[in-house]
């Protein structure tokens, strides 16, 4: 099918003819495959179609891509298509799609990855909202591929040096438009990797307010088949990294010396300077490696200073220290090390430092510092918590833990409030752990005082001396696995021993999602029987039915459950049966011949042993949050006398 070089459609006229909101730039190069799941995520937008321009740009594909593109235009009205001869990458592509674009924002998607279904709704509110000039979307890997950066709090503006925004500098994000052409970006043309680069530094550099939306993810970058992505192509690396300390000179042009540009280049050390350095680098022969090695010492000496080589994890301060000092054969070893085994066994030392297991560590003929080799402040603790569930009264916590890449060897729980600490047993073995959270006994085998506690873990790793060496030791805060609460997260009655029963509730601090046991506090926001419901059922006479259902998980055998009638200044307590039934759920009923004429609220007294809650009875089919309270009307006792007589009267008559 013949293909033009320009099928620009118009779209319809009438009250929609304003400009559109935002512009979807997509570069296409022989990605037939591929279009369906791309282009049709943005033709899936709950936003709608009217308020987005979709600009396709067919860089010279000949399988059957510029043809597919063909079709759509002429079904999508807001599809444009332009075509162009192939150009070598995304850059000049891209730049056409700008050239075209009329939206006040844009946004680039490549033709191989996909949007989620709300993502333009929630990029462009989010850019309108905050007066944003770049709105970054949560990104997730696919199909083999992973993020560049976990995106996992939204927020209005973030600063480029105090967040993970910089580490991804690609282009799959939202930009104002105005603010593109104001300072006229533009994407490197002909180059197949790092074409972005100076687009995406630039943009986050001048850019007055950059946002974050996380709390969906928005992009999906997928990995490909045939590992034809642009990053896993054959590269002239001495060339690329020629083309890198360009790049990285604007970047020093933007931001004096200091700690932000120091920051700032710590990403591209790991993300440019050093990525070469792998299988490519050993794959070529030892002139090869020579040239490479060549081609990043300049970056090193001009932008590796102290602050980002203590930055870098082990294997890259080392690579970094031997391109600077021309180790060529310690930098192959290396790299060996890391592409085509591992690094051996980490050492630990009497003083708790610990080294990775790279080659010549402490060798006396090549005299690399320990600091290169130093992974102490790097090490964390690795864990996961399933969900925690109650037996009876006691907590139990399990999950797994490790210390990569020492393993781990003893594990303990640790209960937090304020500067008091509370050590709990854990059991582990084979990088699995299980724990018994008592209330009785959990506070030095006395009860947990009232108060909100915090939930850690605190793992230790042995070197290879064993329990009798040296150690290293982390905590983390306990975050389930699944994050979403469920039946063990509501409010019970847990006891104490001696020091009597309590409400405790189990919650996730925001926004970390840490857990948390409220305990005393009648769940401080998380109430007791928060499902209590009930009914009353009244005659005119003043005969009243009143009935109530609820759960009241760890419920004592022996606990009173009453009804109460409370007014402004009196309690009237009710003659009250209550049933246990399966799921500690209850019911409880009053039948009530007379008493105080009034309007009543109706309460539900729990009494076990010294705890004592007054929990307000919510009419049935109240939805969860309702105030309204159960209310029940007795009428004055000579209403009642007359309404009897009346009844007597009308029923002689019948008889």
């Known amino acids: 099918m013949p293909v033009s070089d320009d099928l620009a459609t118009t779209a319809p006229t009438g009250p929609h003819d304003a400009a559109p909101t935002v512009s979807v730039i997509v570069p296409v190069h022989n990605t037939r495959r591929y279009l369906d799941r791309s282009l049709g995520s943005v033709f899936a937008q709950t936003l709608d179609q009217r308020r987005i321009e979709v600009i396709a740009v067919d860089d010279g594909s000949t399988d059957g891509s510029a043809e597919w593109l063909a079709e759509q235009a002429r079904r999508r009205p807001n599809l444009t298509v332009l075509r162009q001869e192939a150009s070598g990458g995304a850059g000049r592509p891209r730049n056409a799609g700008l050239d075209r674009a009329t939206g006040d924002y844009v946004f680039f998607l490549d033709s191989d990855d996909r949007l989620d279904t709300e993502a333009l709704y929630w990029l462009t509110r989010t850019a309108q909202k905050n007066g944003s000039d770049v709105v970054y979307g949560r990104i997730a890997g696919a ?23 910089y580490w991804s500098l690609a282009a799959y994000k939202l930009f104002r438009r105005s603010f593109v052409e104001r300072h006229r970006l533009r994407f490197v043309e002909g180059r197949l990797l790092a074409e972005d680069l100076p687009f995406g530094i630039t943009a986050l550099l001048r850019a007055e307010v950059v946002s974050v939306f996380a709390d969906r993810t928005c992009y999906y970058l997928h990995g490909r088949e045939d590992n034809s992505n642009a990053t896993r192509q054959d590269i002239d690396w001495c060339e690329y990294l020629d083309y890198i300390g360009t790049v990285l000179d604007r970047v020093a042009d933007e931001v004096p010396p200091g700690a932000d540009r120091d920051k700032l280049m710590v990403r591209h050390f790991h993300g440019e300077i050093l990525m070469p350095f792998g299988a490519s680098y050993l794959g070529r022969d030892a002139a090869g490696r020579r040239a490479m090695a060549a081609a990043a010492r300049p970056l090193v000496a001009r932008y590796l200073t102290d602050r980002v080589r203590a930055a870098l994890p082990p294997g890259l301060r080392l690579r970094a220290h031997c391109l ?61 918590l399933d969900h925690p569930h109650w037996v009876g009264g006691v907590l139990h916590l399990r999950g ?5 890449p020492l393993g781990g060897d003893g594990a303990e729980l640790l209960l937090r409030r304020g500067g008091t600490t509370h050590r709990v047993p854990a059991r582990y073995e084979d990088g699995a752990w299980q724990a018994a959270v008592d209330p009785a006994t959990a506070a030095d085998a006395g009860p947990l005082p009232d108060g909100t506690w915090g939930f850690k873990l605190a793992l230790t790793a042995y070197g290879t001396g064993g329990a009798g060496g040296p150690a290293l030791r982390r905590e983390a805060w306990l975050v389930p696995e699944d994050g979403d609460g469920g039946p063990d997260f509501a409010p019970r009655i847990a006891g104490r021993g001696p020091a009597g029963p309590a409400v405790a509730a189990l919650f996730l601090s925001r926004p970390h999602g840490h857990l948390h046991l409220d305990l005393g506090r009648d769940g401080a926001g998380r109430p007791l029987g928060a499902d209590l419901r009930g009914t009353a059922d009244a005659t005119r006479s003043g005969r009243a039915t009143l009935t109530a259902h609820l759960t009241l998980p760890g419920c004592p055998v022996d606990a009173e459950l009453r009804l109460l009638l409370v007014d402004g200044t009196r309690t009237v307590a009710l003659r009250t049966t209550a049933v246990r039934e399966a799921g500690d759920h209850y019911t409880v009923r009053s039948l009530l011949r007379g008493g105080p004429p009034g309007t009543w609220r109706v309460v539900l007294r729990v009494t076990a042993g010294a705890l004592r809650r007054e929990l307000p009875v919510r009419p049935a089919g109240a939805p969860p949050g309702a105030q309204e309270q159960l209310a029940l009307t007795v009428p004055p006792a000579g209403t009642r006398a007359r309404l009897r007589r009346a009844l007597g009267r009308l029923r002689r008559l019948r008889g």
């Open 324 to 384: 600077r000092a021309g180790l060529d054969d310690e930098l192959t070893a290396v790299v060996r090390a890391d592409t085509e085994s591992r690094p051996g066994p980490p050492h630990l030392d009497d003083d708790g430092r610990l080294y990775a297991g790279y080659p010549y560590f402490r060798d006396p003929r090549r005299a690399i510092p320990d600091a290169c080799y130093d992974l102490t402040d790097r090490v964390a603790l690795r864990q996961r």
């Open 400 to 404: 797994t833990a490790t210390l990569p």
């Open 143 to 165: 199909d083999g591929r992973a993020a560049p950066v976990d995106l996992r709090t939204t927020s209005e503006e973030v600063s480029v040096f105090d967040s993970p925004v």
